[in-house]
């Protein structure tokens, strides 16, 4: 999730600040994830609480016994995602398997724990089909999904990060798309084939509207609905119930060469035709430092809350995931959900770093991260679907990793506040139907946000 440009932004997989033309990452793009290790690392012992790993269930049904019945026509409709089974909302937290070989049933047991049923987890392309096309390497992705299966858990999977034989580009590793979409589409359609019914749903890239996502070159819309399409395809072909995601947006306030508004460009996906090629709309939705019932528009009048920017700082805030939801009902996308696919607060009140405006209490992580459930259920229903915490801890992380500080746990997997009182809280979803009944009203608390000084930063990004 990448936030304000003007002097830093960000978290993506973990979190990725700017500053100026300078860019360090955390758990994001400048320190990638490193390849897995070989499978035939050692695996801890299973904790008590999951049981032992079976073999992964074979995909394809039980010969018959008899002649099967004449063919039937296949229906014309795409059939219903599983998320029909989601509860509005549902909960979900982004944890660090990949060469995790430790500590994977560890922290997989600290989401049993805390009663969720959704994990998110970060596939790097270039890691799985590194070298050639059509040569992959599944052991990693393989030990991940089957120990998530075997929790009993569901499974978010981010992709992004292409290969580098993808790319004509020589400023490769640089995260953008591939010269040739068809590429990524080929490598959805294995990836789905592959994890039928294992893997829930994917999310599509990562926070698109920024630069440093997007190859270094400004923000499209239009090509990452090229790439949504592409992807929607490949999915629905080799797992037809599969939910596909798009990709979470940073909320920034920055624009230009370097960002998009997050509204202005969901609103301009639309206009490029985006809606038949998600499922859900995936947004970033972290708190900063207003407590998650405060609305956009009293952020906006703070200037405490909004870091001096007026207007365009009602972005910071959890509740900003109502001005995309106003954006999909402005354009008859009411029926389908939201996915807060990051959202949490940080207690980084390091003397350097950049977070440190907006930094919270240990205790007040805690119950902000609550009580923006306990608002989802009472205010957000029907339409919104999983909402991701960030983070159980990397065990890699220390304290002078920024993303250590918005975590649930430590990286030896203990708990901190906000960890006790999630798995403490009353999960108040609801199951609800994907489609409003005929003649509801959405429930949208928010209005769209317009393309005025609301969405053009107070002043430039700053530059060293």
Same mark, same amino acid.
């Given at each position: 999730?990448?936030?304000?440009?003007?002097?830093?932004?960000?978290?993506?997989?973990?979190?990725?600040?700017?500053?100026?033309?300078?860019? $360090? #990452?955390?758990?994001?793009?400048?320190? =990638?994830?490193? &390849?897995?290790? +070989?499978?035939?690392? !050692? *695996? %801890?012992?299973?904790?008590?609480?999951?049981?032992? $790993? #079976?073999?992964?269930?074979?995909?394809? =049904?039980?010969? &018959?016994?008899? +002649?099967?019945?004449? !063919? *039937? %026509?296949?229906?014309?409709?795409?059939?219903?995602?599983?998320?029909?089974?989601?509860?509005?909302?549902?909960?979900?937290?982004?944890?660090?398997?990949?060469?995790?070989?430790?500590?994977?049933?560890?922290?997989?047991?600290?989401?049993?724990?805390?009663?969720?049923?959704?994990?998110?987890?970060?596939?790097?392309?270039?890691?799985?089909?590194?070298?050639?096309?059509?040569?992959?390497?599944?052991?990693?992705?393989?030990?991940?999904?089957?120990?998530?299966?075997?929790?009993?858990?569901?499974?978010?999977?981010?992709?992004?990060?292409?290969?580098?034989?993808?790319?004509?580009?020589?400023?490769?590793?640089?995260?953008?798309?591939?010269?040739?979409?068809?590429?990524?589409?080929?490598?959805?359609?294995?990836?789905?084939?592959?994890?039928?019914?294992?893997?829930?749903?994917?999310?599509?890239?990562?926070?698109?509207?920024?630069?440093?996502?997007?190859?270094?070159?400004?923000?499209?819309?239009?090509?990452?609905?090229?790439?949504?399409?592409?992807?929607?395809?490949?999915?629905?072909?080799?797992?037809?119930?599969?939910?596909?995601?798009?990709?979470?947006?940073?909320?920034?306030?920055?624009?230009?060469?370097?960002?998009?508004?997050?509204?202005?460009?969901?609103?301009?996906?639309?206009?490029?035709?985006?809606?038949?090629?998600?499922?859900?709309?995936?947004?970033?939705?972290?708190?900063?430092?207003?407590?998650?019932?405060?609305?956009?528009?009293?952020?906006?009048?703070?200037?405490?809350?909004?870091?001096?920017?007026?207007?365009?700082?009602?972005?910071?805030?959890?509740?900003?995931?109502?001005?995309?939801?106003?954006?999909?009902?402005?354009?008859?996308?009411?029926?389908?959900?939201?996915?807060?696919?990051?959202?949490?607060?940080?207690?980084?009140?390091?003397?350097?770093?950049?977070?440190?405006?907006?930094?919270?209490?240990?205790?007040?992580?805690?119950?902000?991260?609550?009580?923006?459930?306990?608002?989802?259920?009472?205010?957000?229903?029907?339409?919104?679907?999983?909402?991701?915490?960030?983070?159980?801890?990397?065990?890699?992380?220390?304290?002078?990793?920024?993303?250590?500080?918005?975590?649930?746990?430590?990286?030896?997997?203990?708990?901190?506040?906000?960890?006790?009182?999630?798995?403490?809280?009353?999960?108040?979803?609801?199951?609800?139907?994907?489609?409003?009944?005929?003649?509801?009203?959405?429930?949208?608390?928010?209005?769209?946000?317009?393309?005025?000084?609301?969405?053009?930063?107070?002043?430039?990004?700053?530059?060293?």
């Amino acid at each position: 999730m990448t936030f304000r440009l003007t002097r830093r932004s960000a978290i993506g997989a973990g979190l990725t600040i700017i500053v100026g033309p300078a860019l $360090a #990452a955390c758990g994001g793009a400048s320190v =990638p994830t490193p &390849p897995a290790k +070989a499978a035939t690392a !050692p *695996t %801890a012992t299973a904790p008590s609480a999951l049981p032992t $790993a #079976a073999p992964s269930p074979t995909m394809l =049904p039980p010969t &018959p016994t008899a +002649a099967p019945p004449p !063919p *039937t %026509a296949r229906p014309t409709d795409t059939p219903r995602p599983r998320d029909g089974s989601m509860t509005s909302p549902d909960h979900s937290v982004h944890v660090f398997l990949w060469g995790g070989f430790e500590t994977t049933k560890r922290d997989l047991n600290l989401v049993r724990e805390l009663g969720f049923s959704w994990v998110k987890q970060r596939f790097e392309w270039r890691y799985v089909e590194p070298h050639v096309k059509g040569k992959t390497e599944w052991n990693e992705p393989d030990r991940i999904v089957d120990a998530v299966s075997t929790a009993g858990l569901k499974l978010i999977a981010r992709i992004d990060n292409q290969p580098r034989w993808t790319r004509s580009d020589p400023a490769w590793p640089i995260d953008g798309p591939p010269d040739k979409l068809s590429d990524f589409g080929d490598f959805l359609r294995a990836m789905a084939e592959r994890y039928r019914e294992r893997i829930h749903a994917y999310q599509i890239w990562n926070e698109p509207n920024l630069a440093r996502e997007w190859g270094n070159k400004p923000p499209n819309p239009a090509q990452y609905v090229e790439m949504l399409k592409v992807a929607h395809a490949a999915i629905k072909a080799a797992d037809p119930a599969a939910t596909v995601i798009s990709a979470g947006l940073s909320p920034t306030t920055a624009s230009g060469a370097i960002a998009m508004p997050d509204v202005e460009f969901a609103t301009k996906m639309y206009q490029a035709g985006a809606k038949p090629y998600f499922d859900l709309l995936g947004v970033h939705a972290a708190g900063f430092k207003a407590p998650p019932e405060m609305s956009p528009e009293d952020i906006a009048k703070d200037p405490k809350l909004n870091h001096g920017e007026g207007a365009a700082g009602r972005v910071y805030g959890f509740r900003h995931a109502e001005d995309l939801r106003a954006v999909m009902a402005a354009n008859g996308d009411a029926a389908k959900r939201v996915a807060v696919l990051e959202f949490g607060w940080t207690s980084d009140d390091r003397p350097n770093s950049p977070y440190r405006w907006h930094a919270v209490t240990e205790e007040e992580k805690a119950q902000y991260l609550t009580r923006a459930f306990d608002y989802a259920a009472k205010n957000w229903r029907p339409w919104i679907g999983p909402m991701t915490v960030i983070y159980i801890a990397d065990p890699a992380w220390t304290r002078d990793h920024e993303q250590y500080h918005w975590s649930i746990t430590g990286p030896d997997g203990s708990p901190r506040p906000a960890f006790t009182a999630l798995a403490k809280m009353t999960k108040a979803g609801a199951v609800t139907p994907l489609t409003l009944p005929a003649g509801a009203t959405p429930i949208v608390t928010a209005k769209p946000a317009s393309r005025s000084a609301s969405l053009t930063p107070t002043r430039a990004p700053a530059k060293r």
